[in-house]
């Protein structure tokens, strides 16, 4: 069955960038997802990529998407003390495309 | 409404008892599912509803676990003779048909505590 993978845990320093990375097994996914937990609270949709595009910018958002490789990555440049939360890489079933895939997610956590 | 409202917030139960948790999606929205997060763990697929009628249900853990949708708006989760195991995060979401573009739409979730 479909699986993501992300890696757990990423420090970074205030101003830095971060690169939160995912890998997906199902090629054949439509869209591909990027969500932010903050503690407490729901996930909020960050931004998506639609599965023929190589690289989606959203002002301090790049997601790069490498389709041969499998591997979606979302980088935030400039990072801020508002940005840490838990990073979710989600993709589309694609045998049930109503479905979402999620990975464990990535806590990043931005230091001063 | 604005967004989806998940109530209650916060739930502790005692082993054994039901609980019942209740989502209120985006107005419009026929699309309606519901995920469970465990500690440190991704999201669970639970239930999907289109409408009020739920094609795919096949994410529910066992027979304690049901939910159903009235008026193609507001669904109820209840978990029958909780478990420790049931202690989670309960995830509502919702999106106009499928996530397509724009993804799904959470709500703040329900935490259960059982105890």
């Known amino acids: 069955g479909e699986d993501v993978e992300q890696s757990l845990f990423l420090s970074v320093r205030e101003g830095d960038s971060s690169v939160i990375n995912c890998t997906y097994t199902?090629?054949?996914?439509?869209?591909l997802y990027w969500y932010k937990q903050e503690p407490g609270a729901g996930l909020q949709l960050l931004t998506y990529i639609f599965s023929n595009m190589d690289m989606k910018q959203d002002q301090r958002l790049t997601v790069l998407l490498n389709k041969k490789d499998k591997h979606l990555s979302l980088r935030i440049a400039d990072t801020q003390t508002g940005d840490s939360a838990i990073y979710f890489c989600?993709?589309?079933?694609?045998?049930?495309?109503?479905?979402?895939?999620f990975g464990s997610g990535t806590r990043l956590l931005v230091r001063p | 409404g604005a967004g989806v409202s998940q109530s209650p917030s916060n739930k502790v139960t005692e082993k054994g008892k039901d609980v019942e948790l209740r989502c209120d999606p985006i107005?419009?929205?026929?699309?309606l599912y519901w995920y469970r997060q465990s500690l440190g763990q991704g999201l669970e697929f639970l239930i999907y509803f289109q409408g009020n009628s739920a094609p795919d249900k096949s994410g529910l853990p066992s027979d304690r676990f049901s939910a159903e949708r009235t008026g193609g708006s507001v669904s109820t989760l209840t978990i029958q003779r909780t478990q420790q195991e049931d202690s989670a995060v309960y995830l509502c979401?919702?999106?106009?048909?499928?996530?397509?573009?724009?993804?799904?739409?959470f709500g703040s979730g329900t935490r259960l505590t059982v105890v």
């Open positions: 979401a919702s999106s106009p048909s499928g996530p397509g573009g724009r993804g799904y739409t």
């Open positions: 107005s419009g929205h026929t699309a």
């Open positions: 989600a993709e589309t079933d694609v045998d049930s495309s109503y479905k979402l895939i």
């Open positions: 199902d090629s054949s996914s439509t869209y």
